[in-house]
């Protein structure tokens, strides 16, 4: 096994917390931090100007692959699909090595569910949190892949004691149309949460009438049109100084 230990810092910013990861087959997928830039998927401009933007970009971890892979769906469980960009024999033979059984573990499994083409890719690790902290599986932020295809499934794994092989599901919605991941293209956005964060976001919204957040509105706006393009970026630095805004 070849552990590999990142070290991330919780939402409190008072103490590091670990996410342990191991690989048990040949190539398995990557995991490495994410950054504004998101891997050179965004153009520049945005990088430059838009803080919400970077700040999603650069929050938590890439999972990608070393391969390739490309899929055509054809209807049903119908599907054709390929891998390249590795030596096949290498990952075939690592597959049946590792497998608990002796028989041949699969990179790539699929199911049908709601009138799109689940695909589940098994990325050949075992992801260690903290106890009471989970993972979640989003999609990568903000990339400008213009087709539809794929679309990433959201989840959240209790991986403070679960110890399954990482999968990420992939839907494709259309038939008779070619989809190809590349190498090193992220698949996943992985996140890590406390799990008490999910009760937070459980009770129901507040409409409030009382005027306090259109007034609050009102003056964001004047200064947004006095600090110009950079507004937001100017405001969160002053806050983040001076605990009010600029």
Known sequence: FNTVCTHVTT?????????????????????????????????????????????????????????????????????????????????RASLTSASPEGEQLKIVDVGFDFGCLVIQILTGLVISTPSGYWLAIIPPANENRMSPEPATQSAILETDWWRGELQVNINIRLQNHKVVIPPNTPIAKLLIIPKDLLGFNKGEPKYVEDGRLIQEWRDWHYKQEELGRSAYRQASIAYATKGKSC
């Open 11 to 91: 939402y409190q910013q008072k103490e590091d917390e670990m996410i342990e990861y191991t690989a048990f087959r040949k190539y398995p997928a990557r995991i490495e931090r994410a950054d504004k830039h998101a891997k050179g998927m965004i153009a520049l401009a945005a990088a430059q100007f838009c803080q919400p933007f970077t700040s999603s970009n650069e929050m938590g971890y890439l999972l990608s692959l070393p391969y390739g892979l490309e899929f055509e769906w054809r209807g049903g469980l119908d599907i054709s699909q390929r891998v390249y960009g590795v030596n096949k024999e290498e990952l």
